[in-house]
């Protein structure tokens, strides 16, 4: 236990030497070391001092891309995802170009955020990701940026329906939010025609058109149930054996009873 002290508290004293140095050269080497000892803030912290100073020379790009991946090892993965960027951006063609795409996206990805909080992060992880997909289509990496990418799309189609369920709920209050509910729905499927919530969007849109029905004003009531009934095929076309079934089947009752009644009248 003396001995590990004694070794802990000698490699402190080395670093805090190293961090006072005026050598780059010795800061990145130090750095790298420390990288393979997953001292990873030790490793960030020399490599953001050197960046700069090696800009040029023949450590630049691997001190760059080691950056990154520090930063990706120590869990900051926006910060990653930032030199990774900045990696690509300056070597294109670079000996980690592939993996610097790769991390840029995935750090993102890592770093998305709940629903309910803004989405911007969501939004960059998948076009990072589209476009390592579409500069290495061959790598071994794909199946991964494919999985993480539809994973983000379903987060943003989830924020999509959680928008639309509001709506729904707020009802006439302060206007038609049911309008608003189809067209948020709408075009949560026409952005996201394979997320995992398309059934969730289209029994929405159904019970929005039913509500807008029965709240209609008399001489419209039988259009709009007919536009219920349209909807409900649209709806059992596409999940004929939903959870939703049910609950779709007694609105089409309702609505052909209504539209048969008055064809009657």
């Given at each position: 236990m003396?001995?590990?002290?004694?070794?802990?508290?000698?490699?402190?004293?080395?670093?805090?030497?190293?961090?006072?140095?005026?050598?780059?050269?010795?800061?990145?080497?130090?750095?790298?070391?420390a990288?393979?000892?997953?001292?990873?803030?030790?490793?960030?912290?020399?490599?953001?001092?050197?960046?700069?100073?090696?800009?040029?020379?023949?450590?630049?790009?691997?001190?760059?891309?080691?950056?990154?991946?520090?930063?990706?090892?120590?869990?900051?993965?926006?910060?990653?995802?930032?030199?990774?960027?900045?990696?690509?951006?300056?070597?294109?063609?670079?000996?980690y170009?592939?993996?610097?795409?790769?991390?840029?996206?995935?750090?993102?990805?890592?770093?998305?955020?709940?629903?309910?909080?803004?989405?911007s992060?969501?939004?960059?992880?998948?076009?990072?990701?589209?476009?390592?997909?579409?500069?290495?289509?061959?790598?071994?990496?794909?199946?991964?940026?494919?999985?993480?990418?539809?994973?983000?799309?379903?987060?943003?189609?989830?924020?999509?329906?959680?928008?639309?369920?509001?709506?729904?709920?707020?009802?006439?209050?302060?206007?038609?939010?049911?309008?608003?509910?189809?067209?948020?729905?709408?075009?949560?499927?026409?952005?996201?025609?394979?997320?995992?919530?398309?059934?969730?969007?289209?029994?929405?849109?159904?019970?929005s058109?039913?509500?807008?029905?029965?709240?209609?004003?008399?001489?419209?009531?039988?259009?709009?149930?007919?536009?219920?009934?349209?909807?409900?095929?649209?709806?059992?076309?596409?999940?004929?054996?939903?959870?939703?079934?049910?609950?779709?089947?007694?609105?089409?009752?309702?609505?052909?009873?209504?539209?048969?009644?008055?064809?009657?009248?």
């Amino acid at each position: 236990m003396l001995l590990l002290a004694m070794t802990t508290l000698s490699g402190c004293g080395e670093y805090q030497r190293v961090l006072k140095s005026t050598d780059p050269n010795e800061k990145f080497d130090y750095a790298k070391r420390a990288f393979d000892e997953k001292k990873y803030v030790q490793s960030a912290t020399l490599l953001e001092e050197v960046i700069g100073v090696l800009k040029g020379t023949d450590r630049a790009e691997e001190a760059l891309y080691l950056l990154g991946l520090s930063n990706y090892e120590n869990r900051d993965y926006e910060t990653a995802s930032t030199y990774f960027n900045s990696y690509y951006s300056r070597y294109p063609r670079g000996k980690y170009a592939e993996l610097a795409r790769f991390y840029c996206g995935y750090g993102y990805y890592l770093a998305s955020p709940d629903t309910q909080l803004d989405q911007s992060t969501t939004i960059k992880a998948i076009e990072e990701l589209q476009a390592f997909l579409d500069y290495f289509p061959r790598s071994e990496r794909v199946s991964i940026a494919q999985n993480a990418i539809f994973e983000l799309q379903d987060k943003l189609t989830l924020k999509e329906l959680e928008n639309a369920k509001l709506y729904y709920n707020l009802g006439t209050y302060m206007g038609n939010n049911y309008e608003s509910a189809i067209i948020v729905a709408r075009n949560a499927i026409k952005e996201y025609p394979y997320s995992k919530y398309k059934e969730d969007l289209e029994m929405l849109m159904l019970k929005s058109r039913y509500q807008i029905a029965d709240l209609s004003v008399q001489e419209k009531k039988t259009d709009r149930f007919r536009e219920v009934i349209d909807e409900y095929y649209s709806f059992i076309n596409n999940f004929p054996d939903g959870p939703n079934r049910d609950e779709a089947d007694n609105i089409y009752r309702i609505a052909s009873r209504y539209v048969s009644d008055s064809s009657d009248r």
